[in-house]
């Protein structure tokens, strides 16, 4: 099966009401790790990476190899996504390099990381739309600015600037944009909210006006782990120092999810998982030195967050 777009993808979700987990990859083995949980719980998924996030000299190399192994599970229905272009070059790059889906992210300026205008969050928007749509590509915009820590994005918490359902139906209507991210409430990164209250202010209202003004694009959460706390226990229990830090319930992504929601960005889990892995396992084992038995570990221990999260967006099941 040829790689899916993200239209593709988000246009059965709709159908089925599910929402399909967008899982952030920088490697191959965490690419892998994603693949095999699509495969085993029959999910769609989008597999999503981000500009200058990997480990590699050459990211089109990288991205090569990422598209050669995401295209080598002919049985599972994925989308590859750029996540968070800041620029036209970026998503141009991307598309160049086989990627279906890229996001340009104009809510912040380039120059200065300001909060874009509306005007120009337009103008930067439309312009890769032009040119991804006329190579059969599918573009996610953001509205709002979404807090948090994330490659390519800056900010707090406190410095989420919400959507706009008005903004909303303007900026799409001239971009022509597939899929949406809406700044909703939820941030980036590890750490999300001090308290646990705070974890559970998803603006359901807000996401249900948005939708009901544009009934036919797809709305995207980011932000959306849910920072497990057995992941941050163990981290901290074998030399780690992370935080207390609470992020978003399933409750609440399922909440969203009811109301329209369909593609959900996670990055932190899995990174949280896979480093709990990674630590408890070579703490355990100080003698061993040959990394594939700790990469294995770490690999099968993101799988299962994955499918996890496949499951509770009720996206299992539901793939060719
Ligand atoms: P998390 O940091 O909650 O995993 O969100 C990732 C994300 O939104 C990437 O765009």
Redesign the pocket.
Known sequence: MPLRTLSEVLAKAEVGGYGVGAF?VSDLNQAAAVMKAARSERSPVIVQAIAGMHPYEDEGWWWDRLRELVASYPDVEAALHL??GRTFDDCVRAIDHGFTSVMIDASRRVEDDEPSTLEENIAATARVVEHAHARGVSVEGELGTIG?A?AGVSGTVEEIVFADPDAAADFVEHTGVDALAVAVG?S??AV?FTTAEAGQRLRIPLIESIKARLPDTYLVL????SIPADAVRTINAHGGRLDESY?VSTEQKQEGIAHGIRKI?????SHLTWTAAIREFLDAQRSVVEPSEAQGVAMRAMSGVVAQRMREFGSSGAGA
């Open positions: 952030n996540d968070h948090g994330e939820t980036h990164g999300k980011h932000g959306s782990s992020g960005n996670q990055g932190t889990d």
